[in-house]
């Protein structure tokens, strides 16, 4: 799924299942990193705001 098909999914009504898909795309890239405690990783993330680009190999 690109980020045009999600623009064309919220703008036709289909927000909810936009907001699925982007959480599990969140959920798919921390299980990629090796984190098994969804909950940890996300406490984790939210800490220190440079580990999202990390996650994404960014930086």
């Known amino acids: 799924m690109d980020g045009n098909e999600l623009v064309?999914?919220?703008f036709s009504g289909?927000?909810?299942?936009?907001?699925e898909d982007v959480t599990d795309e969140h959920e798919?890239?921390?299980?990629?990193?090796?984190?098994?405690?969804?909950a940890a990783a996300l406490r984790r993330t939210g800490r220190d705001h440079t580990r999202p680009l990390q996650a994404l190999g960014l930086t």
């Open 8 to 10: 064309r999914m919220v």
């Open 14 to 19: 289909l927000s909810p299942l936009v907001i």
């Open 28 to 38: 798919r890239i921390i299980r990629q990193n090796g984190d098994t405690n969804i």
